[in-house]
């Protein structure tokens, strides 16, 4: 009810692209950070056992697991999933500039993302998805 006055699965504002390769704990934890995700989205409005049903639901329009020929191309994919939806390399939109970074470094931040900002959801990946974001995020070229 909430999400289908703009939403669609494959139409409009299909949100199957969106959710491409979410797990279900990441779809649930996305819906707590609406707002600061795309300004125009509304707060959540359902309880935690509403946010786990939405969460599993929209993870299972476009499973996908990630997979490439190398950590790096991985790394890219894992990106694309966990955090492009708020950021991008090299780019305008929430920049993320660790290029040079010690992907060991990087990848320890990643159990502490809601220590560094509350707005951002925990990374729900493997620790091999993990390794690899950090190996891209610190070489993303």
Not at 98 to 120: C, H
Request: glycine content about 12%; some cysteine.
């Amino acid at each position: 009810m909430e999400c289908g006055s703009c939403h669609s699965v494959a139409g409009y504002r299909a949100m199957g692209k969106f959710t491409r390769g979410w797990d279900a704990k990441f779809g649930s934890e996305i819906l707590l950070h609406l707002p600061v995700v795309r300004e125009t989205m509304p707060p959540f409005a359902g309880d935690e056992h509403d946010r786990a049903a939405l969460g599993s639901y929209l993870a299972s329009l476009a499973p996908a697991t990630p997979s490439g020929a190398n950590e790096k191309q991985l790394g890219q994919q894992v990106f694309a999933i966990h955090c492009a939806l708020c950021h991008s390399v090299s780019g305008q939109r929430r920049p993320l500039d660790l290029k040079g970074t010690d992907p060991e470094a990087i990848a320890g931040m990643l159990g502490t993302l809601g220590d560094i900002n509350p707005d951002m959801p925990p990374f729900t990946g493997t620790d091999a998805e993990g390794r690899a974001l950090a190996i891209y995020l610190s070489s993303p070229k």
